[in-house]
């Protein structure tokens, strides 16, 4: 492995600034690095072309000393983000061969600053699930293995091919979006960081479409320092996306290695519940007590309605996807399959072009919002939604963050059955993540330690909405403390 693709964002765009290495050197490292490591299935598309004429421009701006924030970097970007002229499927067969005209906001102003796009990376299929085996293009290898084991495991889902293609060195960093916890769930499975920030930080414009209230764009990186210089970049309002927020974008990285002492830190007993995995339950231990050590002070607190969570995340999210997932019809975009009427023409290419976990989402979503049904289960998630949120916002009456395991478990072997037969078992691998996701709160999750297997383990620092700085701070240290050895 070449020693350039080591270097984290900070240290490549210092070593491009002080011209000790050029934009398009450390492209082809990382293109080789992707053809090395095909055996992973991260990227869906390789774009070494595209990445190399950017590259070859970064480093003339780099010469006329007019380079941006991000200049001559390489990266993947997930599958959801439309790309203008490079393809876009969001990992479903439906989007076959779809080439967008436009520019998502979020990789508008990464190419802005100056990122080279090394190609676009597998997720699970629109983005709906947690082991990036619903993806169309087949599963995603996470780089690590389990000690005295061959069997490969899962890279976590929905971003797998991010957090995989950072984790195996296969790009400097890469954007994730998370719904319900798919940007911090993968970066836990495979030992890097990642940050959803605050609903409304990023422009959804251009990102397909899940659950439109949801949906959030987010860096996944080697540590919190790229994490910070990156949200840097892709936060801000839009006036493409009625939903992203006007609030000033701080500088993330200004808040990093600061001290931490007198940080209240909340720890939610619900988040403890009996049966937690030991090995998960004694690294949050660890974790808090490094950040004891450093004078923060820990705070018990209460999240009450944490046991609604996930029963109201699996009526919300699904009813928005089955509305816009009515879109795929087979007319505009991507795949069609011809019936002898108009009407076989949208089934027939529905039939063919949705995997089963979208037909159940778009199922189950149909049903809660049809009338009869709607006020006992929608209206009714909505309401505790809104429980969920009150009871993170008092919670930070209290505490300034909260610390949490990122997921119940560690990576899994691919195919594991107890997971594919039974859906529910999936879905509870979003237990700790899926309440921050209904009360639009910023959370960035870091590799905090390994398992007994020797597979990374990930902690969650929840943060006040639009709070991101207290988050990034609080993972700085935390970060400097657990002193995580990279693959
Ligand atoms: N695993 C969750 C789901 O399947 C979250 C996915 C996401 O955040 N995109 O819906």
């Known amino acids: 492995m070449s020693d350039l693709v080591k270097l984290t964002l900070a240290q490549a765009k210092k070593a491009l600034n002080d011209k000790k290495i050029s934009s398009v050197e450390l492209t082809q490292a990382y293109i080789a690095e992707m053809e090395k490591n095909r055996n992973l299935n991260a990227y869906v598309l390789e774009t070494p072309d595209i990445a190399l004429k950017q590259a070859k421009i970064s480093d003339e701006k780099y010469a006329k000393n007019t380079a941006g924030a991000l200049e001559g970097i390489p990266m993947g970007i997930k599958d959801l983000f439309c790309t203008k002229g490079i393809r876009t499927t969001a990992c479903s067969h439906i989007l076959d061969g779809f080439v967008p005209p436009y520019e998502s906001t979020v990789t508008q102003k990464l190419l802005d600053a100056g990122i080279n796009i090394l190609g676009k990376l597998n997720m699970d299929e629109f983005a709906m699930g947690g082991s990036n085996e619903t993806s169309y293009y087949g599963p995603v290898v996470n780089p690590w293995k389990a000690k005295n084991s061959d069997a490969p495991l899962v890279a976590g889902g929905s971003s797998g091919g991010s957090a995989a293609a950072v984790a195996a060195h296969m790009c400097v960093a890469a954007t994730g979006t998370d719904t319900g916890g798919s940007i911090r769930q993968p970066s836990a499975f495979c030992g890097v960081t ?33 994490c910070a210089l990156l949200l840097n970049v892709m936060a801000g309002y839009d006036a493409k996306d009625s939903t992203s927020s006007q609030k000033e974008v701080p500088d993330f990285s200004a808040v990093l290695r600061q001290d931490i002492k007198g940080l209240k830190v909340g720890v939610p007993a619900e988040f403890r519940p009996d049966g937690l995995n030991a090995e998960i339950a004694a690294c949050w231990d660890k974790g808090l007590q490094m950040l004891k050590d450093r004078g923060a002070e820990i705070i018990n607190i209460s999240l009450p309605h944490t046991k609604y969570a996930l029963a109201t995340y699996y009526i919300i999210a699904p009813a928005e996807a089955s509305s816009n997932l009515a879109r795929y019809d087979g007319l505009r975009y991507g795949l069609r399959v011809n019936g002898a009427h108009l009407d076989d023409m949208y089934t027939n290419s529905r039939t063919e072009g949705f995997g089963r976990e979208v037909k159940r989402r778009i199922m189950i979503g149909t049903y809660v919002l049809s009338a009869g049904y709607y006020d006992a289960y929608y209206l009714k998630a909505q309401k505790v939604r809104r429980l969920i949120r009150n009871d993170f916002l008092e919670a930070f009456k209290k505490c300034d963050v909260i610390l949490t395991p990122t997921a119940p478990t560690g990576a899994f072997p691919i195919g594991d059955k107890s997971m594919l037969e039974n859906p529910i078992n999936m879905w509870l691998n979003d237990v700790f993540t899926v309440s921050v996701s209904l009360a639009g709160l910023p959370a960035l999750s870091l590799p905090a330690g390994l398992s007994g297997e020797g597979l990374p383990l990930g902690l969650q620092i929840i943060g006040r909405a639009f709070d991101e700085e207290t988050v990034f701070k609080a993972a700085s240290a935390l970060e400097n403390d657990i002193c995580f050895v990279r693959k």
């Open 194 to 226: 990642g940050i959803k920030p605050t609903y409304g930080r990023c422009s959804r414009y251009g990102i397909v479409a899940f659950a439109s209230s949801l949906d959030q764009a987010g860096p996944i990186a080697q540590n919190v320092e790229d």
